[in-house]
């Protein structure tokens, strides 16, 4: 099995400490988001065949993929780089370290190891297309060599997704707008020509209306890419997630409304706030990331009572 850290929360800037703990465990468990429902998760080297790690932080995790390695888990590390303001991600370190994260990780680990993302495309008065065009032409430059594949996608608003940008949008004064299909495909031909010239693939993640000529479907979870890390076969089968997804099949061990990054386009987080005091209330040695310190307080007392 191909396990996923995460696309619910990023656990290599927030949570390594806990991973490593649930590493050294063997095992951890994960709470379903719809049904509630806790299942259980192994992480024994039988029965892991590699990770797939999502990040927009990865420097405080490089101890922990040194770790990761050692144990002979071949990982790839999908790196979120968009260069936005402020005002739509409050806390998202800056792009130049990331850059810097990415070559050394690519460096140590070999060049099939990091994929980059430009995405969430989000379109505001503070990144209109061509904002985005220079924006993106310039981390192509600057991780030409790193990277050979960037996955994009355009903004899904959801319900959640638009309170927050809404209220984001009141408190600092932008515009933000959902634009026809036709104006993103021609965005997304645009940057995949930007991105072949820095030697690379541009590959678009679950919207399959929005691939170029020159791109196609993003494999996010990519069994033939951990493959190529590893140097052995990984088999899997396709199992996307959502309509037009072309993921392998894998298990998610993340939570969402845990990741304190404060982006005003996440879908994994309904409330910053919440996620914050989720983040000051962590303890990495519970079992699944969505308890928090108070929860394995409150279940010993309540065991004790019994």
């Not at 806790?38 to 932080?57: A, C, E, H, I, Q």
């Not at 005003?264 to 910053?272: E, F, I, L, N, S």
């Not at 989720?278 to 409150?298: F, G, I, K, P």
Request: charged share 25%; net charge neutral.
């Amino acid at each position: 099995m191909i396990v996923s850290a995460s696309y619910r929360t990023d656990i290599p800037a927030f949570y390594g400490d806990w991973f490593l703990n649930r590493l050294d465990a063997g095992f951890c468990w994960v709470r379903n988001p719809y049904s509630d429902q806790m299942y259980r998760v192994s992480l024994l080297p039988d029965d892991v065949d590699g990770f797939v790690f999502w990040t927009k932080n990865a420097g405080p995790f490089l101890d922990a993929l040194r770790n990761v390695h050692r144990r002979g888990f071949p990982f790839v590390v999908q790196y979120s780089m968009t260069a936005y303001p402020r005002q739509l991600e409050f806390s998202v370190m800056d792009v130049a370290r990331g850059i810097t994260h990415a070559r050394q990780i690519a460096d140590q680990y070999g060049p099939r190891v990091v994929v980059w993302r430009y995405d969430p495309i989000l379109f505001t008065s503070l990144t209109e297309a061509d904002d985005h065009r220079r924006s993106f032409e310039r981390l192509a430059a600057a991780l030409e060599g790193t990277v050979d594949e960037v996955v994009i996608s355009f903004a899904q608003i959801y319900a959640k997704t638009r309170r927050s940008l809404e209220r984001a949008a009141r408190h600092f004064s932008f515009t933000w707008n959902d634009p026809p299909g036709e104006y993103k495909q021609a965005l997304a031909a645009d940057l995949a020509r930007m991105a072949a010239a820095h030697g690379m693939r541009l590959a678009v993640c679950s919207q399959n209306a929005y691939v170029p000529q020159s791109g196609f479907p993003a494999r996010c979870i990519d069994a033939g890419r951990l493959s190529d890390v590893a140097g052995r076969p990984i088999r899997a089968p396709q199992k996307g997630n959502r309509p037009d997804c072309a993921c392998t099949l894998s298990r998610d061990i993340g939570a969402y409304d845990t990741c304190p990054h404060g982006c005003v386009y996440c879908y994994a987080v309904q409330d910053r706030g919440l996620a914050r005091n989720h983040r000051r209330q962590h303890s990495h040695t519970t079992e699944n990331l969505s308890q928090t310190r108070l929860d394995v307080e409150a279940e010993t007392v309540n065991h004790q009572e019994m």
